[in-house]
């Protein structure tokens, strides 16, 4: 049994061939699928944040609204980069988007990948100390929010505060309890898969990772979760950790399916390089009739040793072609791979 989300980069584009013409119709489309995801039985409505581009960016915004229109679907996202993020504004704005989804947020985090612009976090306020990497700047913001998200006091109080305080150091608030437990780490290898597991962070692989071994990418994929999940029994905590991994997978069902991703399945992964050092491995898409589908999905070892799997949708389709794409592997795929009784 797996939980079966989906993850949306929320793209919008003015071209009168899009069905997502601005950053508002990328906003309401996404509450809209979230709620039709919900209605068919999914688990959960993820999306992914970029920034300085045509695309979803602040998303505690749009998960709070997500929140609100929905009751039982997981919300969260896919990843946030910590290099862009203030730790203590963003365990605020993370705990009241929890609290408004009683408890429903799985927030994914990452040190983020390349983007749209040259170091676009100096933009935003933000520069590695000395002697820090941008990445290691990441990980630090990263470890900062996990304090923040403990909810222990740490700030002095004013002695003559404008509204009264409790007893003691005072924490950021609101406070959601629970959320510490539901962070989870993008790792892009298997060494920060490692350091999540040692954090105490859930784990979401995506469709890339560093090209470590030059295996096929879910062979690749699959020893990373492995290697988390030793990791975690080595540090001794006491909870089950999640894992998730992304894929891009069409049940060719009928003529617009075929029309749009009829040749999709075909492609293999492919091998390239993030920055001038990072060899990285991009995992192929699947898009096959149903039975060959199921023959092609029951190959892959990542998706047999994660418990969570995120379906990537074309969101600029439209959200009543994405809800299609949803319910088809719901209905006509679950059910065979052995995700849904």
Same mark, same amino acid.
């Given at each position: 049994?797996?939980?079966?989300? =989906?993850? *949306?980069?929320?793209?919008? !584009?003015?071209?009168?061939?899009?069905? #997502?013409? *601005?950053?508002?119709?990328?906003?309401?489309?996404?509450? /809209?699928?979230?709620? +039709?995801?919900?209605?068919?039985?999914?688990?959960?409505?993820? =999306? @992914?944040?970029?920034?300085?581009? @045509?695309?979803?960016?602040?998303? =505690?915004?749009?998960? +709070?609204?997500? +929140?609100?229109? !929905?009751?039982?679907?997981?919300?969260? #996202?896919?990843?946030? /980069?910590?290099?862009?993020?203030? &730790?203590?504004?963003?365990?605020?704005?993370?705990?009241?988007?929890?609290?408004? *989804?009683?408890?429903?947020?799985?927030?994914?985090?990452?040190?983020?990948? &390349?983007?749209?612009?040259? /170091?676009?976090?100096?933009?935003?306020?933000?520069?590695? +100390?000395?002697?820090? !990497? /941008?990445?290691?700047?990441? @990980? @630090?913001? #990263?470890?900062?929010?996990?304090?923040?998200?403990?909810?222990?006091?740490?700030?002095?109080?004013?002695?003559?505060?404008? =509204?009264?305080? &409790?007893p003691g150091l005072l924490r950021t608030e609101p406070f959601s309890a629970g959320l510490r437990d539901r962070i989870w780490w993008g790792a892009g290898s298997n060494a920060t898969a490692v350091w999540a597991a040692k954090l105490g962070m859930n784990l979401q692989s995506s469709t890339l990772k560093d090209d470590e071994t030059g295996e096929a990418f879910h062979v690749q994929q699959a020893q990373q979760i492995r290697a988390y999940r030793a990791a975690w029994a080595e540090a001794g905590h006491t909870r089950t950790p999640r894992v998730s991994v992304s894929r891009s997978i069409f049940a060719l069902m009928d003529d617009r399916d075929r029309a749009y991703f009829g040749r999709s399945g075909e492609e293999g992964d492919k091998v390239g390089y993030l920055d001038e050092k990072t060899r990285a491995i991009f995992g192929r898409s699947y898009a096959a009739e149903p039975e060959q589908l199921i023959k092609q999905l029951k190959q892959d070892e990542a998706i047999a040793e994660a418990d969570t799997l995120l379906l990537t949708v074309p969101n600029q389709l439209g959200v009543d072609y994405n809800a299609h794409v949803i319910e088809s592997i719901l209905q006509h795929i679950a059910p065979a791979m052995g995700w849904r009784s």
């Open positions: 049994m797996k939980n079966i989300g =989906f993850l *949306s980069f929320g793209h919008w !584009t003015p071209s009168p061939q899009s069905g #997502t013409r *601005s950053a508002a119709d990328a906003l309401l489309q996404s509450i /809209d699928l979230a709620v +039709a995801a919900e209605e068919l039985g999914a688990d959960g409505a993820y =999306f @992914r944040v970029h920034h300085f581009a @045509r695309q979803l960016a602040s998303p =505690f915004p749009l998960l +709070a609204a997500v +929140a609100a229109r !929905t009751r039982s679907i997981e919300i969260g #996202t896919g990843v946030i /980069d910590m290099r862009y993020e203030n &730790p203590l504004y963003m365990a605020e704005s993370a705990s009241a988007a929890d609290l408004i *989804s009683g408890g429903r947020l799985q927030l994914g985090i990452s040190r983020g990948s &390349p983007e749209q612009v040259i /170091d676009g976090w100096r933009y935003f306020g933000y520069q590695p +100390a000395e002697g820090e !990497t /941008d990445a290691d700047m990441g @990980r @630090r913001h #990263t470890e900062a929010l996990l304090e923040v998200l403990r909810g222990e006091g740490f700030a002095k109080p004013n002695p003559q505060p404008m =509204f009264p305080n &409790p």
